[in-house]
């Protein structure tokens, strides 16, 4: 028997009944995208997060440590096979000015090719006193392009000792592998206890001896898919193995750094010795010039009465020659006159006397000569001895000059010693208590936004696991509805094909073709519809809080094999199920007309009370719903279906709407985290609580301890965070421990058990009066009592009292933190902050406004889930109304033509089918809020991480909502149904047998 005649007769089939076809490509259509793109979405977040990762050469590990990185370190670092290493400068400042933190690198792009930064707008700093910023909307509005950025030392940790410059240019906006997130850039000890974002400058910039930071990034890595589980068994096998390496260096250094401060000490005390011996010799050296003086002094005193002697001797002795000389002259001019007067003018004795009167005169003369050379060799000593005064004098003033420069600096010297003195004590005492460096080892989840951007997309995967489910569900009910009504449809060929001797095989193939292909199309199309929509447009979402490309679509074969299969699978029963009864009977059988359905009293015939009050078309239009019962089901299960998914849709962004407010404002009470040092004086507390105590606003503060432990039962571990509180009784002021089912069940902290969280309860499978044991990272483990299960729907908290802990630990407590209450209208975070990170006792602030900011952001992406859930939910139900609304009317066409041959108006026909489907419509509504309920908590047990947990509420106003879609919908279709019947040939359907 030739098949060709089968094969036209279904392509014409596709033909002559487009809306049938289209309903079943529909159905399948939304049913395929909606399980591929859902299920695509989440491997396509990981894939293009990953596909970044390796194109911007994502570090594997950051290594780091309190001390720095020295040359031994880099060359242990250097010796891991297979593996690059970045060295880095890297310090947290304050911009001046703006108050804005920062965490600034010395960055070159020729030298580091790691955790590659890239430029958003402008250039990368090549000078020294330039700059680029981090995008951050922050960073955005305070500064751009050409600005310029002070960093005062006043306002940055060590700065002084860290940059050469102070003042940079902004020359570029950036962004990095490093910080995925938008909004959070991780916590400082500087400025208001949160970065604002980071910032690159040339690594000539920083004056450092050690680099602070080492990333390492390993060959290998890239063959793994971040994310996965393979990769991070990697990652843990180099993170070990690097542990290992770095193992020593911690007791190395201590002993390294110790000898140097203690060498530091002694070479400080030596100098502070020949310092003072340097005063005492310059002491000396003044005393010998004080002695010099004085002796000057002596010595002039004396050369000037020996002088004045010698003068008076000298003149003393020319006087008297003088007088004899003229004595001499005396007598011989006496002589001279006699001679003179006796006119003995010519005698040998007149020139005798002559003669001695010249030679008298000569002698004179001599004198005169001797007297003048006498006074000039006077003058000359006069004038050495006045020198020697004045020289004296200056030698005096020197001597004054220099003892008061000496005393000065003296007093200076005296200081200088004192504080040297000072610091030497001080470096004594932290020699004593110097403590071996710490050396850290983390992989990519330190880093901002990369672990919890991974749970986003562990979301977007786990609700893909679920709702597709329910739509291929509602999809085979249609296509069975179809399928049932197209063999019904050809029953008449049926058994003509079966009396010209074709077998069941050959006529069912008709169908399963018709099916086939409408299937194949819907499929195919909504695979592609499904892997570009819904990755886009999720990813799209997430783009207001990562700093991620855009999304790198791609086709899954396995997700494709499994949606084609299931639609196959869905259609092909429906097929089945629909054309084996007809097959099963004769042609005799199918050539004739298909036996009415036999009419029944239905239930409200039987109260007279309400029945005889309705009118006719209210008696036809509730026999008809109770007549054909397959149909009022079908029709029944397809609305509440729709109205199910649509009221789990609005249900899932109830559950996750309010969980940030109940958290951190009913249940966390506090404003504030300050992570304290557990070694700091009691006068450094004293200081901190005297700065909490002048802040306005501000309320109440309690100490505590917390620490990182990990909570097994039965083999189950799950991490967890243990906290300690000081005081019971004002720690219920802070955080309010009460029973999830009972809110207005309020625990108190047990003397003898603890109080843990109701999702880890659940995950440990364990209940109030069950015991758990609890581990540190140290290796200690202990076994606690559960005296409470408390609400909680962020992380896992273990609440324990303090002679609890003691009891079980055996060890005094040490607390590390402070809860803080404020009035956060009034008391200003930065501000805040910027006062607490100044107090040496503090560590770090965090601010419970930071977490929940970060937190309400990843539920607000996960909004936009909801709202493709719901947009895809409406969809199929608008295409399942619009189906079950055809088969209908296309099944009753005879019956709607009779009534209108009777004379029943268009509105009055449209009314007919309407109430009918009005009834259906709100029947399936109302199943489907039951539904919906049940559906919306499988669902959220399904989509919750373990560190989560969501509201496991439904507002009213999603019952709203999806009561209204529903009811428009149907009357969406039922105005569609009515320009249809408008024009239905009346004459030939009535011809037609059912």
């Not at 250097?78 to 690198?105: M, W």
């Not at 910023?133 to 500064?143: F, K, R, V």
């Not at 002596?298 to 020996?306: P, R, T, V």
């Amino acid at each position: 028997m030739k098949k060709g005649a089968i094969w036209k007769d279904t392509f014409r089939e596709i033909g002559r009944s487009k809306t049938r076809f289209l309903s079943i490509f529909a159905i399948i259509l939304i049913g395929v995208a909606f399980f591929a793109g859902l299920s695509a979405t989440g491997p396509v977040m990981i894939e293009t997060a990953d596909s970044y990762y390796d194109e911007q050469n994502l570090s594997d590990l950051h290594v780091f440590s309190t001390m720095g990185l020295e040359e031994e370190d880099s060359e242990l670092l250097n010796s891991v096979d297979n593996a690059e290493v970045d060295y880095l400068y890297s310090q947290d400042v304050i911009f001046d000015g703006s108050g804005l933190t920062s965490k600034v690198y010395g960055w070159d792009a020729v030298q580091h090719t790691i955790n590659e930064f890239e430029i958003i707008e402008g250039r990368f700093p090549k000078e020294t006193n330039e700059i680029a910023l981090d995008q951050t909307n922050s960073y955005a509005d305070e500064y751009a392009i050409g600005d310029t950025i002070q960093i005062t030392e006043e306002q940055s940790e060590n700065q002084d000792n860290v940059f050469t410059e102070d003042t940079f240019e902004v020359v570029g906006f950036l962004k990095t592998p490093l910080y995925i997130e938008r909004a959070n850039r991780g916590n400082t000890t500087i400025g208001s206890g949160n970065l604002d974002g980071f910032s690159v400058v040339s690594p000539e910039v920083f004056d450092m001896d050690v680099y602070t930071d080492a990333f390492v990034l390993f060959d290998r890595s890239n063959q793994y898919v971040s994310y996965s589980e393979e990769y991070q068994t990697f990652i843990d096998e180099q993170t070990t193995d690097i542990e290992e390496r770095v193992a020593h260096r911690p007791e190395e250094r201590y002993e390294e750094l110790y000898a140097e401060i203690e060498s530091d000490i002694e070479e400080g005390y030596a100098e502070i010795e020949e310092a003072r011996q340097e005063l005492e010799d310059g002491r000396e050296e003044l005393e010998e010039a004080r002695t010099d003086i004085e002796e000057g002094y002596e010595d002039y005193e004396a050369g000037l009465e020996e002088f004045e002697a010698e003068e008076a001797n000298a003149r003393a002795e020319i006087e008297d020659e003088r007088q004899q000389l003229e004595e001499a002259l005396s007598e011989i001019e006496a002589n001279k006159d006699q001679l003179e007067a006796a006119q003995m003018q010519n005698t040998p004795t007149y020139e005798e006397v002559l003669a001695q009167e010249e030679q008298v005169l000569a002698g004179l003369q001599e004198l005169e000569n001797a007297e003048s050379e006498l006074n000039a060799e006077l003058a000359a000593s006069r004038e050495d001895l006045e020198q020697a005064r004045i020289e004296l004098g200056e030698a005096e003033a020197d001597y004054e000059e220099g003892l008061a420069e000496f005393e000065a600096e003296e007093a200076d010297a005296e200081e200088e010693i004192d504080e040297a003195l000072v610091d030497l004590e001080e470096a004594e005492e932290e020699l004593a208590e110097l403590e071996e460096p710490e050396y850290f080892v983390y992989d990519r989840t330190s880093y901002p936004g990369y672990e919890e951007f991974d749970e986003n997309a562990e979301r977007i995967s786990a609700i893909a696991r679920i709702f597709p489910v329910f739509f291929f569900m509602l999809a085979a009910l249609i296509s069975l509805t179809t399928m049932t009504r197209m063999v019904d449809e050809g029953r008449n060929q049926i058994g003509t094909l079966k009396a010209l001797g074709y077998g069941n095989m050959a006529i069912a193939a008709k169908y399963f073709v018709y099916a086939f292909i409408a299937t194949s199309f819907g499929s195919i199309l909504g695979l592609f519809l499904g892997y570009w929509l819904f990755p886009n447009v999720i990813l799209d979402a997430y783009s207001s809080l990562y700093n991620l490309p855009s999304a790198q679509t791609q086709f899954y074969w396995d997700y494709a094999i499994i949606s084609i299969a299931a639609s196959l699978l869905a259609t092909g029963l429906s097929t089945l199920v629909s054309v084996r009864l007809s097959l099963r009977s004769n042609a005799a059988t199918l050539l004739r007309p298909k036996a009415p359905k036999k009419g029944k009293r239905i239930f409200l015939e039987y109260i007279p009370f309400i029945w005889k009050r309705f009118s006719f078309t209210q008696k036809v239009a509730s026999r008809n719903l109770f007549r054909y019962k397959r149909r009022m089901l079908m029709t029944l299960f397809g609305v509440a279906g729709g109205t199910a998914l649509l009221l789990t849709g609005y249900g899932l962004s109830d559950s996750i709407a309010d969980i940030a407010d109940i958290q951190f404002g009913e249940i966390n009470l506090y404003q504030a985290i300050v992570a304290e040092d557990p070694e700091a004086t009691e006068s450094e507390q004293d200081s901190l609580l005297s700065s909490l105590e002048e802040v306005d606003g501000f309320e109440a503060q309690l100490q505590s301890l917390q620490e990182s432990i990990t909570a097994t039962n039965s083999g189950e571990s799950r991490d967890a965070t243990l906290l300690v509180p000081e005081d019971t009784e004002l720690f219920e002021e802070f955080v309010v421990l009460r029973d999830r089912n009972d809110q207005s069940r309020l625990y108190e902290l047990p003397e003898d058990g603890v109080i843990i969280t109701d999702k880890l309860a659940d995950l440990l499978n364990v209940t109030t009066g069950d015991s758990m044991e609890v581990a540190w990272d140290e290796g200690e483990t202990v076994d606690v009592a559960i005296g409470g299960i408390s609400e909680q729907y962020v992380q896992h908290y273990i609440y324990m009292s303090e002679d609890y802990y003691e009891q079980v630990v055996n060890e005094e407590i040490d607390y590390n933190t402070r809860l803080l209450k404020y009035d956060d209208s009034v008391v200003s975070n930065d501000e805040l902050g910027e006062n607490l990170t100044e107090e040496d006792a503090v560590l770090g602030v965090t601010f419970v406004s930071s977490i929940r900011e970060s937190f309400q952001d990843s539920m607000d992406s996960l909004d936009v889930v909801t709202v493709v859930l719901i947009v895809s939910a409406a969809s199929l139900a608008f295409v399942v109304l619009y189906n079950l609304t055809n088969i209908n009317v296309s099944e009753r066409i005879r019956e709607l033509s009779t009534i209108k041959v009777l004379g029943f108006f268009d509105k009055e026909v449209t009314m007919y089918v309407y109430r009918e489907n009005l009834v259906l419509t709100i029947m399936g509504i109302l199943v489907g809020f039951v539904l919906g309920i049940f559906m919306h908590m499988f669902v959220l047990q399904t989509a919750e991480l373990d560190i989560m947990r969501f509201l496991h509420q439904i507002s009213w106003t999603s019952y709203l909502y999806s009561f209204l879609l529903m009811f428009f919908f149907s009357s969406m279709v039922m105005v569609v149904m009515h320009f249809k019947l408008k024009h239905v040939d009346m004459v030939e359907a009535l011809k037609t047998q059912d």
